[in-house]
């Protein structure tokens, strides 16, 4: 049996060729475009999700692919796509949301603000910013805010689909915390059992778009908070600087900076005050 599997595997490894120089390739297209590092041990990873593509268009061998995204823009989108990776879940790191609604909240009221500005950068199918709306609506942030808005961006275009249905599947329950639940999130009934949907209400407050961290920013006005989670640790050092020091222009005064749990702020860090588990305020 383990001689079968071995050898379907092999022929599997051996369905389109990918050479070396195409890996190359892959690693150098991705860094260039989005940042993103693949190390050499990605390389399975790399043909197993490839190769998808190349069977769906039919083609016999990597090199052809190339071809096809150097001048289809939207198979370039698409490859991009295949090569992200975009695991996430609700409340995931809950103590920035913790954070936000217990020191934040009573911060921003002593400070007297009234209009409030997140940027989810990076949110993948849409669980960190409507965590983040569930969350200043749990804490009373509503009856305080006279002005309330979530930017959440990706450059995935097939998550920020998923991300602005707002449907997930109940299994997603197993991840929100009791008291977010009622308010925030509806059980689908009929065609929808065994799903879940994001209020109505609540996601009126989210703006999804799509945004290559690496290009130019839309912006006209500056965040309270910027959560960039996970996000980061996909980039090597220069571009993770680069992209800090962006935030950090990005932030209002007092600012404050969410990153993943392997991440850091390295030689950013006089840039940043550190507050707490890989949370920062702007200095
Ligand atoms: C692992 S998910 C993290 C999702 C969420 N922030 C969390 O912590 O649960 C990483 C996301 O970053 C996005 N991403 C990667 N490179 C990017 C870039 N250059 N610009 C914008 N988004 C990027 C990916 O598409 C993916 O959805």
Redesign the pocket.
């Known amino acids: 049996m383990g001689r079968v599997l071995a050898q379907t595997e092999r022929m599997k490894s051996n369905e389109f060729e990918f050479t070396d120089k195409d890996f190359k390739f892959v690693q150098w297209f991705l860094h260039k475009n989005?940042?993103?590092y693949l190390s050499d041990r990605k390389r399975t990873m790399v043909y197993g999700r490839v190769s998808r593509q190349i069977r769906r268009l039919g083609l016999q061998r990597f090199a052809e692919y190339r071809e096809v995204i150097e001048r289809d823009d939207e198979e370039r989108i698409s490859f991009i796509n295949c090569l992200?990776?975009?695991?996430?879940?609700f409340f995931?790191?809950y103590h920035h949301f913790e954070f936000m609604e217990k020191v934040m909240m009573k911060e921003w009221k002593s400070q007297g603000l009234k209009s409030l500005r997140i940027w989810?950068?990076?949110?993948?199918t849409g669980?960190?910013p409507y965590s983040f709306i569930s969350s200043l609506y749990h804490c009373g942030a509503f009856q305080w805010f006279d002005e309330i808005g979530i930017v959440a961006?990706?450059?995935?275009t097939n998550?920020l689909n998923t991300a602005k249905d707002g449907v997930y599947s109940e299994e997603a329950l197993d991840s929100i915390p009791n008291g977010y639940l009622k308010p925030c999130f509806v059980k689908g009934r009929g065609d929808r059992q065994g799903q879940i949907k994001v209020s109505g209400t609540l996601q009126k407050f989210i703006d999804f778009r799509q945004?290559?961290?690496?290009d130019e920013w839309p912006f006209e006005n500056e965040f309270d908070i910027i959560?960039?989670?996970?996000?980061m640790i996909?980039f090597d050092k220069q571009t993770q600087e680069k992209l800090l020091s962006r935030f950090y222009q990005q932030l209002k005064p007092n600012g404050i900076l969410f990153i993943?749990h392997s991440e850091s702020v390295g030689a950013c860090a006089p840039m940043f005050r550190h507050l707490g588990h890989t949370i920062y305020v702007k200095q």
């Not at 992200?84 to 879940?89: D, L, M, V, Y």
């Not at 945004?211 to 690496?214: A, D, E, S, V, Y």
């Open positions: 989005v940042g993103i992200t990776t975009n695991k996430t879940q995931r790191e989810s950068a990076g949110c993948s669980e960190e961006s990706d450059l995935d998550v945004i290559n961290l690496l959560s960039c989670r996970n996000v996909y993943g």
